[in-house]
């Protein structure tokens, strides 16, 4: 146990080691904060034509998005990952940074879609009713009743949803990305540390931190959010 | 304010859900300051049908006139705003306080200022008793202060007609003695009303015609006096021994 500790110091007080974490950390990051991103645009507009009201426009996009959301989420991550280096994107010289990027963005948006989805199916039909028979406008009655109701229900979930993305990311290593997975694999390689356990528990509390602060941050939002659901006013 | 106008007039409304065949082909008139009350065994497609008036079903054919215009998909929204409904459920807007579930429609529509619209609000509001009530969200209030909120609501707008799809059901005894006072008064004050309920005391108070509805169709109609007393129809006969 004395040398794990030992291990840990000579981790940090050695600048290289620190410097790969960092570096790998920041890939981690930049990847997973562009595919949220593009999960979360995505999987609204795919959640949006998931609900609308049936019409002859949409049987189509309609059809797309249940298969799209079909083949991502029924398929491992690694294998969409394989397929958008090997397959999709095999070109010589392409960064691979954006390549991770759209994978990761790609698959987040499946599961955003259906979280989305959920949010607004589970708002109350009568809400939509109340405003019907006011005389507003479906878009009205959208943006005005039911979008807000529904973000409460989203929230949580979405939460969940960019703590997965960031932590599926680890799998980049796979493909040979230096990411904070990699960076710790490669601290505790033979020619380095020759000790595995040490950079990847460092690794370990760096993603436990980025995670803690997004949970500590979604946990804010909710309560903001929940002013509406308070029984009585004191 | 002629009395003798017709605000409604349905022919032959149909509606079915899948194969489920809810309204058989409705005929129906509604005067100008009548107050008609549904009465029917439940399943029997009354609540189905108030809600075809103002398409929050939408009829599987018929034809629905609104002061002498045909209802359509593309005229619906408007005609809607001289149509108040109250639900059940009372379905105030659960995000927004009273008052701004008050003003909606109205600033929305452009049809009240914002100012306008809060100083009727108001009024509306000192008028029901829950003057209080203007920043409450509705998940602090009581049944029957949701009702009778969503029933100001509805008499934002100033609608023709106003469509009550059981306003009581969900209610406690008291809460119901409130809510219907509300109506009464409103009643009292010539509005024409449209009512599924299963109040027999207040629908024989308050009604100047029952409708009473069976297997989609209607049955038997009349004055509320001659339908609780001399049913023609021994279908309402068996109807009433069973409720009164």
């Known amino acids: ?234 | 304010m002629e009395n003798t106008e017709t605000d409604l007039k349905i022919k032959n409304l149909k509606k079915q859900f899948g194969k489920n065949k809810v309204l058989n082909g409705i005929d129906f008139e509604l005067k100008e300051g009548e107050r008609v009350v549904i009465l029917g065994p439940s399943g029997s497609g009354k609540s189905t049908f108030l809600r075809c008036i103002n398409w929050m079903e939408e009829p599987t054919s018929g034809e629905i006139y609104f002061d002498g215009t045909l209802v359509t998909e593309k005229n619906i929204r408007k005609m809607r705003r001289n149509m108040g409904m109250v639900f059940q459920h009372f379905n105030l807007i659960n995000n927004l306080t009273v008052m701004d579930n008050l003003i909606l429609a109205p600033v929305k529509l452009k049809i009240m200022t914002r100012e306008v619209a809060e100083k009727r609000a108001k009024e509306l509001l000192r008028h029901i008793g829950l003057p209080n009530k203007a920043e409450a969200y509705p998940a602090s209030l009581s049944g029957g202060q949701k009702q009778r909120i969503a029933i100001i609501r509805a008499m934002m707008l100033n609608p023709e007609v106003l469509l009550f799809d059981e306003p009581t059901s969900a209610l406690d005894p008291e809460a119901i003695g409130d809510v219907l006072d509300l109506i009464r008064e409103l009643a009292d004050r010539g509005m024409t009303i449209m009512i599924v309920t299963h109040e027999m005391g207040f629908a024989r108070e308050i009604a100047t015609r029952i409708v009473f509805i069976d297997k989609g169709r209607i049955i038997e109609e009349g004055e509320p006096n001659t339908f609780f007393s001399h049913p023609k129809t021994d279908r309402v006969k068996e109807f009433l021994q069973k409720v009164l």
Not at chain 1, 29 to 46: D, P, R, V
Not at chain 1, 133 to 144: M, V, Y
Not at chain 1, 201 to 227: G, H, P
């Open chain 1, 1 to 234: 146990m004395n040398s794990f500790f030992e291990k840990i110091g000579e981790l940090f007080s050695t600048p290289e080691y620190i410097d790969s974490l960092l570096h790998g950390f920041w890939l981690t990051i930049q990847i997973s904060y562009f595919a949220i991103l593009i999960g979360m645009i995505l999987g609204a507009i795919i959640a949006l034509i998931d609900t609308a009201r049936p019409s002859k426009w949409l049987v189509i996009p309609k059809f797309i998005c249940r298969v799209y959301t079909t083949i991502i989420r029924g398929t491992p991550m690694a294998l969409q990952l394989f397929i958008m280096f090997f397959v999709i994107f095999a070109i010589k010289g392409f960064p691979s940074i954006i390549i991770a990027i759209l994978a990761f963005g790609l698959n987040s948006a499946a599961y955003a879609a259906e979280v989305i989805r959920g949010g607004i199916l589970s708002v109350d039909k009568g809400q939509t009713e109340a405003g019907l028979a006011l005389g507003l406008s479906r878009t009205t009655i959208f943006f005005k009743i039911v979008a807000p109701q529904a973000i409460k229900n989203i929230i949580p979930a979405l939460g969940n949803e960019v703590i997965t993305v960031i932590k599926e990311t680890a799998i980049v290593s796979m493909v040979g990305m230096y990411d904070l997975n990699m960076a710790a694999k490669d601290i505790g390689s033979g020619q380095n540390m020759a000790s595995y356990i040490v950079p990847m528990f460092v690794a370990a509390l760096f993603y436990l931190a980025t995670i803690y602060l997004i949970t500590f941050i979604v946990k804010r939002i909710e309560k903001s959010l929940r002013r509406s659901d308070l029984r009585a006013e004191e």
